[in-house]
């Protein structure tokens, strides 16, 4: 018992010293451009087809599902407001966290621990290569960008989505749909949706990176990263987005 | 399959490990190694696997901490040295793998140019391109230049991983079981490389393996790590010159006597 409770320990040392060195190598030179913009490429372009497929649906099924609801109160009119509120303060940054935590943090968690086993983070090391910089700075800057510019995406593509499921059966222009939208969202909802992306590209970065890059050696520490970078991401982003609801309503 | 001696400084100690102790957990690895490797010198330590071989390479070269003692590379106290000081002395450090360690997502080419590109910055395209040339044309592999790792045998992947050690030009090398896993005449050409670049690149080196051919082929001075500690040392007959039974028959099934 006791020597579980120790362990627990030193894995929080290790976390907080995981997190305060991403903090020192973020800002001493040498910067790794170059990688950045290739794991900005590998995360965030590679991941289009993906989330657009998903945002679409999310937008699309929404809707669908919406309409009887306001309908019964023969407030069907209200559903571009609806699905806009729903898709920029909730679904849009949510959405793509999952979304990104099964592609993306899948892909680092595996990719980092193989290197792991394969004694390739020790060549950078011996070779004099910063790995921490070079394979977890970059890769966290990526995903911190990336969700962000993925989650407007989603956002902007699940809204066209609840277009497309609107004039199934209504006649309604898109000028007229978006002006509704635009309408509807305020600024604070942007902001949200911002901060969260945010935060949820920083931890999906942050927890597939520890995960991979203190994996246990041998191939079964790859799967065993893999499947642990998706469901530590996930959870954790799940309770994150239940703080940053509480401390918006608090500041709304 | 007599070594070449090559030109050794015996006043020149560019590795000294001085009662070095280290343990994993409840296991005592390294149980107060002492251990000095001469300039130009080709040192092999033979051991069983899981003797802490590779333990004590990557202690010098830092990328472990040792439980207790000192460890001075190039005349540098490795426990003392923080990263950036570290990562200054791992560039006169050359570490070939056992499993060669190269970089899976990239070609030969990129594997090569990957610690030159990162630690000279100041270097043109051109005087990048000849330096890897250079050292593919060293280890023999000039047309594997755009191949990836996945499509090179055991052996080239070896020689490659050496190429990219020897393309920062280290004046310490180490290899870790550079023989294993490969055929009896792979294993030759991979000694012969050794005395190669050791003859060539004028290189002091640490040689882990558990290869007797290998360490005959290669060691100027053989060290035998036995429970924790170097207890036989000197030249390859002088350490199997025994009775003892934790050393002959590591002799007896290499040679098939």
């Known amino acids: 018992m006791r020597n579980k409770f120790e362990n627990l320990l030193i894995e929080f040392a290790r976390i907080h010293r995981f997190n305060v060195r991403f ?49 019964e109160f023969g407030a069907a009119s209200m559903l571009p407001a609806l699905i ?21 943090g899948s892909q680092i968690g595996a990719e980092l621990s193989s290197m792991n086993v394969t004694e390739q983070i020790d060549a950078m090391e011996v070779s004099g290569t910063n790995p921490y910089k070079y394979l977890i700075v970059s890769r966290v800057i990526a995903t911190t960008f990336m969700i962000p510019v993925l989650t407007f995406y989603v956002a902007g593509i699940g809204l066209f989505g609840g277009y ?55 191939t079964e520490g790859v799967g065993k990263a893999a499947n642990s970078a998706v469901v530590a991401s996930m959870f954790i982003v799940f309770i994150e987005e239940l703080l940053i609801v509480q401390i918006m309503a608090l500041l709304s | 399959m007599k070594k070449q001696v090559f030109d050794i400084n015996y006043d020149d100690c560019v590795v000294d490990v001085q009662n070095v102790y280290k343990s994993f957990g409840e296991r005592d690895i ?11 010198e080709n040192l092999v330590v033979l051991g069983r696997s ?11 070269s830092g990328l472990l901490k ?51 590109v990162r630690n000279k910055r100041n270097l043109s395209r051109a005087e990048i391109d000849k330096a890897v040339e250079s050292v593919l044309e060293g280890v023999g592999l ?36 550079p023989t294993a896993g490969l055929d009896p005449l792979t294993c030759l050409e991979i000694n012969e490389l050794i005395n190669q670049v050791q003859e060539q690149y004028k290189t002091s080196s640490i040689v882990i393996t558990h290869d007797l051919a290998c360490a005959k082929m290669v060691g100027d001075r053989i060290v035998m790590l036995l429970d924790g500690k170097f207890e036989r040392e000197g030249s390859f007959d002088k350490i199997f010159d025994t009775e003892d039974e934790r050393v002959r028959p590591f002799y007896d099934y290499n040679f098939i006597v």
């Open chain 2, 30 to 40: 390294l149980k107060g190694v002492d251990l000095k490797l001469y300039n130009g």
């Open chain 1, 164 to 218: 497309l499921s609107i004039i199934s059966k209504d006649q309604l222009s898109m000028l007229s749909f978006f002006t509704q939208v635009f309408e509807s969202i305020k600024f604070i909802d942007l902001f949200a949706m911002v901060f969260r992306s945010i935060v949820f590209g920083f931890t999906i970065g942050m927890v597939s990176c520890y995960v991979g890059y203190f994996s246990s050696k041998g």
């Open chain 1, 84 to 104: 806009s509120i729903a898709i920029v303060r909730a679904l849009a940054p949510l959405v793509t966290a999952l979304i990104a935590s099964g592609k993306v």
């Open chain 1, 23 to 71: 903090f020192k190598e973020l800002f001493t030179p040498p910067y790794e451009v170059k990688e950045i913009i290739r794991q900005c490429y590998e995360i965030g372009w590679k991941s289009f087809p993906l989330i657009s497929l998903t945002g679409f649906i999310v937008g699309f099924v929404f809707t669908k599902q919406s309409r009887p609801s306001l309908e």
């Open chain 2, 50 to 60: 899981g003797t802490g071989k590779s333990v004590l390479i990557k202690l010098i």
């Open chain 2, 142 to 177: 000039s047309y594997a230049i755009n191949q990836m790792p996945s499509e090179l045998s055991g052996g080239q992947r070896k020689r490659i991983g050496i190429a990219r050690t020897l393309i920062l030009q280290p004046d310490i090398m180490m290899y870790d079981e």
């Open chain 2, 66 to 116: 040792p439980d207790s003692g000192e460890i001075d590379v190039l005349g540098e106290r490795v426990n003392d040295l923080d990263d950036r000081e570290l990562q200054k002395l791992r560039l006169r450090i050359g570490f070939s793998f056992q499993n060669s360690a190269l970089y899976d997502s990239m070609t030969v080419r990129e594997n090569l140019e990957f610690p030159l």
